[in-house]
Each structure stands twice: as C-alpha cells, then as structure tokens.
C-alpha cells in the first residue's frame, strides 16, 4: 500500500494504521495480513510471502487474480466511463 507518494508502508505502519482506523464489528482472528498483489490463485504480503487464496469471494475463487484478459476489459472499459450510476 502506497502512503500517497511513491513510497510503500512499512508492515508497522499498516499495523498502526489498521489499529487507528479500521472498525471492526467482530474479534480479531490472528494477525491482519497485509496483502499487496495477486496473480492467479496466490496472493503476496507486505514481506513477500506468498499464500494461496483460499478466503477471497467468488470473482477470485473463479478466475483468479489478475488474469490478463479480465484486466484488459478492466482498462478498456475505464477509458469510456467508469461508474453509469
């Protein structure tokens, strides 16, 4: 996750700013793991560890992360208009 500028979080600090902003309804499982990008069935940390995505939703269970054509018609579809509504 990127501060704003082209810099990333160091894990502290996406610790200290999970812990001051994020609202949470239930208790905490274990660690937050802080994921920072995907391919197909994996995903990868803020230190570089690689996990299989066994908790993501439907979308990601089905085709993965990233696959390229779905992010193609991501971009494609951008470029005429985001959001209709």
Do not use: T
Request: hydrophobic fraction near 30%; include cysteine; charge should be negative.
């Amino acid at each position: 996750m990127k501060d704003g500028g082209n810099n990333m979080l160091s894990k502290e600090e996406m610790i200290r700013k999970d812990n001051e902003y994020i609202v949470r309804g239930w208790g905490k499982v274990g660690e937050p793991m802080y994921l920072v990008e995907g391919k197909g069935p994996m995903v990868k940390d803020i230190d570089g560890k690689e996990y299989l995505d066994c908790s993501s939703g439907l979308f990601s269970n089905n085709a993965g992360h990233c696959h390229p054509k779905i992010v193609q018609a991501i971009k494609d579809q951008a470029e005429k208009l985001i959001q209709p509504s």
